[in-house]
T-cell receptor, first 115, second 117 residues
Framework: NAGVTQTPKFQVLKTGQSMTLQCAQD?????MSWYRQDPGMGLRLIHY???????DQGEVPNGYNVSRSTTEDFPLRLLSAAPSQTSVYFC??????????????FGQGTRLTVV | AQKVTQAQTEISVVEKEDVTLDCVYE???????LFWYKQPPSGELVFLIR??????QNEISGRYSWNFQKSTSSFNFTITASQVVDSAVYFC??????????????FGTGTQLKVEL
């Protein structure tokens, strides 16, 4: 049971390049999310999904796309990278409501630098 | 809109001291959940505790304890007899008390705790 796996762990991009951050979970969780962590700002929600085929925007969605074709995978796409997207990105998943709001399980993070 | 404030950016203590991390939240929801996560130097986020808005009982888990007070909109975290391994960034987070709420967390800016020998 690997939990939430993010790849790559580190990435350097040039401005204008595109890339996809991968996220996979093996816990059969319905809910998945992407957050970015910036110094002094905590974690902010980018996009989230409540199940395969269903996604929605979070607090800071601009410049990012997501899709959810399977329960296991939730990739985050940067279409044209900008220096403002330099950040640490975390993918998270959680199980369905069971009468309480479940905790989120986080991946190890991807440290992205855009130059 | 929901908001979480962790006013303490960084705290330094000597090992075996007690330390309290403050968390103040804002929400218009009557049902909500509060969380604490730990981010050690290795970078991953580790879940510590969940509390719903209807349960104001304090909780103790080993050297950790949490004090939830709706009257002051606070959910503070105390580490008793701190240890070097407690050095980490601690985040307080808030969610709506609905299906999928755990999927959409509002985080505070975190408190960096440094425990020195």
């Amino acid at each position: 049971n690997a939990g939430v796996t993010q790849t790559p762990k580190f990435q350097v991009l040039k401005t204008g390049q595109s890339m996809t951050l991968q996220c996979a979970q093996d816990m059969n969780h319905e809910y998945m999310s992407w957050y970015r962590q910036d110094p002094g700002m905590g974690l902010r929600l980018i996009h989230y999904s409540v199940g395969a085929g269903i996604t929605d925007q979070g607090e800071v969605p601009n410049g990012y796309n997501v899709s959810r074709s399977t329960t296991e995978d939730f990739p985050l796409r940067l279409l044209s990278a900008a220096p403002s997207q330099t950040s640490v990105y975390f993918c998270a998943s959680s199980y369905e409501w069971t009468g309480v709001v479940p905790e989120a399980f986080f991946g190890q993070g991807t440290r992205l630098t855009v130059v | 809109a929901q908001k979480v404030t962790q006013a303490q950016t960084e705290i330094s203590v000597v090992e075996k001291e007690d330390v309290t991390l403050d968390c103040v939240y804002e929400t218009r929801d009557t049902t909500y959940y509060l969380f604490w996560y730990k981010q050690p130097p290795s970078g991953e986020l580790v879940f510590l505790i969940r509390r719903n808005s209807f349960d104001e009982q304090n909780e103790i888990s080993g050297r950790y304890s949490w004090n939830f007070q709706k009257s002051t909109s606070s959910f503070n975290f105390t580490i008793t007899a701190s240890q070097v391994v407690d050095s980490a960034v601690y985040f307080c987070a808030l969610s709506k008390g609905v299906t999928g709420g755990g999927n959409k967390l509002t985080f505070g800016t975190g408190t960096q705790l440094k425990v020195e020998l």
